[in-house]
């Protein structure tokens, strides 16, 4: 006879659906393969006049959140609500209270996983939190389970399926920017508002998460330095690709000496890279071990299903645990206690469009600026001229040997305040 394991859920949006029909499609495959009868008993929803486009008995809805964090016949609460607040609150409720957390909530987890893990580990239950990055893509259990004994030099990941739709669509089509974002609006990839996508601030707390499980040490989203797709155009995708490069928007760090070095901003790739094949709406994350070299997960990273099904591999995974008496995790899966600093974002090689001036000597003021802060030109390229706020002007391309990205800017703007350019238009990081 199988084992019933009762769930709270917070939310019946996209991925609350998502999830409930993944445990209904499947849970007589699930019983017959743990011995545990899992059911949803109880679900948040302060709207059950709304339409969910799914049918679930009246009867489990409830507009008190008290009725799942402090029932004490609920083993494990699903928050599936999304932004940091009140999500946070109620799961170190429901952790206080006894209950096993799964959720979602990157936002949550990056901003507050240090509090939360430490809640998880003096009340001596579970935390999980696989479907926070990479939605279906199983990275986090495999970093934390049979990757554990590997220690990682860094991680690159195309973590938001709005922007790589973006960037594969301007890329294939030739289509703008906005016209591409319309397009991603109408078919559900982006949401009406889409800044937290495109400006790669969903990103960040993806990379967030990652640092803190692959390095063992803090970077919080905000201290992540950050830039979006919104300045890509279709110039510097088209260079990119006569140069044999893709653009994707990153959210990378790397491990060198006893510091971290991260950033999310768009990035050239070349095309042999297996990140730079990753297209539309898929994610996927790309990591160094010392122990099993290069490794790529591949998936869809959004979607109701896809991430419900991540949510439900926590639930029967802490549900295993729970049946046996043994869920206590030994171990907390976020760190904050390595010796590792965070330390921004380091040198690269970097992709620069400048808007030049059609006239004499440019170049050379150029070339002179760079050279007095120590920075080298590899490729230098001048595409046709175009007219930009009533001037004539060309867009110059270079592409610079590895710099701090503080020593670049310092360069840039001292570029900028001399009459050598019109505007910097776009600087993108070169893999």
Do not use: W
């Amino acid at each position: 006879m199988s084992k019933k394991i009762k769930v709270g859920m917070l939310g019946i949006g996209n991925v609350g659906r998502g999830t409930y029909q993944a445990l209904e499609m499947n849970r007589s495959l699930i019983a017959e393969k743990t011995g545990l009868d899992i059911e949803i008993v109880k679900i948040l929803n302060r709207s059950p006049e709304k339409d969910r486009g799914i049918e679930i008995p009246k009867e489990k809805y409830t507009a008190d959140v008290q009725e799942i964090i402090a029932n004490p016949e609920i083993d494990i609460v699903a928050e599936l609500i999304g932004g940091i607040e009140p999500a946070t609150t109620y799961m170190a409720e429901a952790l206080a209270n006894g209950k096993h957390v799964v959720t979602a909530n990157k936002a949550a987890i990056a901003a507050n996983g240090e509090k939360l893990a430490a809640l998880a580990q003096e009340n001596k239950v579970l935390l999980r939190f696989e479907a926070a990055v990479a939605g279906g893509i199983p990275i986090l259990s495999s970093l934390t389970g049979p990757l554990l004994s590997n220690e990682f030099t860094q991680v690159h990941g195309i973590l938001n399926g709005t922007t790589n739709y973006i960037l594969t669509q301007m890329s294939m089509y030739g289509k703008s920017y906005e016209d591409v974002l319309k397009d991603a609006q109408e078919k559900g990839f982006a949401e009406a508002d889409p800044t937290a996508d495109v400006e790669g601030l969903d990103a960040a707390n993806k990379l967030s998460i990652l640092i803190s499980l692959i390095f063992g040490t803090a970077a919080l989203p905000e201290d992540i330095p950050t830039r979006g797709i919104t300045t890509v155009s279709n110039v510097d995708i088209q260079y990119a690709e006569d140069a044999g490069y893709k653009i994707k928007l990153l959210g990378s760090a790397e491990r060198v000496g006893d510091k971290v070095y991260g950033n999310v901003e768009p990035v050239l790739l070349p095309c042999e890279h297996p990140l730079a094949s990753v297209n539309n709406e898929f994610n996927a994350v790309f990591v160094n071990g010392n122990a099993v070299d290069e490794l790529m997960f591949y998936g869809r990273g959004a979607g109701p299903l896809p991430t419900g099904s991540a949510v439900l591999g926590d639930i029967i995974d802490m549900a295993g645990k729970t049946e046996k008496g043994s869920a206590f995790d030994i171990v907390p899966k976020l760190r904050y206690d390595s010796d590792l600093k965070f330390a921004g974002e380091g040198s690269s090689k970097y992709y620069v469009r400048m808007a030049v001036p059609e006239k004499s000597g440019i170049l050379g003021k150029i070339t002179t600026i760079f050279g007095e802060h120590d920075i080298s030109i590899e490729v230098i390229r001048q595409e046709a001229a175009y007219e930009l706020d009533g001037e004539q002007v060309v867009s110059l391309i270079v592409i610079l040997f590895r710099t701090e990205k503080s020593n670049l800017m310092k360069a840039l703007d001292k570029i900028e305040k001399s009459d050598a350019i019109h505007s910097v238009e776009n600087i993108m990081r070169v893999e």
